[in-house]
């Protein structure tokens, strides 16, 4: 059982450049879920999804896209990298209904 | 909407001496609470949360919190803090009916001196 895994764990990018970042969950979670933490904002939600084929926008969406296309997947695409979404990267999984969020280890990514 | 805010961005407080991480919360509808917890370079891990019930909920290493809906507050507090209890603390709110949702407060950082 391994939890909550992210790849990679580091990337750096220049401006423009896209690039995706996995998330995977073997614990048949319902409900997965993208922050991003930066200092002193705390974690802001970017995208969530509460099934396979359903996902919706969080505080901040904007240059972020996501899909559900299994219960265990939810990668997060980053379309066109822009130095404001440097930041450390968290995706999380849980039941539905007020459940325990399950974290991943995060990916840490520059953007040049 | 939901929304978090924890009116502390940082608590500096020597070993043994109590501690309190205040947190307030915004929702139109039933809530459940969360207290996380993230030791430098690591994930975030749950603390203690609420669900329904009593209003008072314990963790594991001593922490509390205590649900007060006319104030619409989750402060958590621990008597005697300890070295190791340093780490920042994420207080979160989610709500069936708001989505599903989870949404995370900015974080108090607990600094704990010997």
């Known amino acids: 059982n391994a939890g909550v895994t992210q790849t990679p764990k580091f990337q750096v990018l220049k401006t423009g450049q896209s690039m995706t970042l996995q998330c995977a969950q073997d614990?048949?979670?319902?409900?997965m879920s993208w922050y991003r933490q930066d200092p002193g904002m705390g974690l802001r939600l970017i995208h969530y999804?509460?099934?396979?084929?359903?996902?919706d926008q969080g505080e901040v969406p904007n240059g972020y896209n996501v899909s559900r296309s299994t219960t265990e997947d939810f990668p997060l695409r980053l379309l066109s990298a822009a130095p404001s979404q440097t930041s450390v990267y968290f995706c999380?999984?849980?039941?539905?209904?007020?459940?325990?969020?399950?974290f991943g280890p995060g990916t840490r990514l520059l953007v040049l | 909407a939901q929304s978090v805010t924890q009116l502390d961005s940082q608590v500096p407080v020597f070993e043994e001496a109590p501690v309190e991480l205040r947190c307030n919360y915004s929702s139109s509808v039933s809530v459940y609470l969360f207290w996380y917890v993230q030791y430098p370079n690591q994930g975030l891990q749950l603390l203690l949360k609420?669900?329904?019930?009593?209003?008072l909920v314990e963790s594991i290493n001593g922490f509390e919190a205590e649900f007060n809906k006319s104030q619409t507050s989750f402060h958590l507090r621990k008597p005697s803090v300890h070295i190791s209890d340093t780490a920042e603390y994420f207080c979160a709110v989610s709500s069936n009916t708001g989505g599903f949702k989870t949404i995370f407060g900015a974080g108090t950082r607990l600094f704990v001196k010997a």
């Open positions: 609420y669900l329904s019930g009593s209003t």
């Open positions: 614990m048949n979670h319902e409900y």
């Open positions: 999804s509460v099934g396979a084929g359903i996902t």
């Open positions: 999380a999984s849980s039941r539905l209904g007020g459940e325990t969020q399950y």
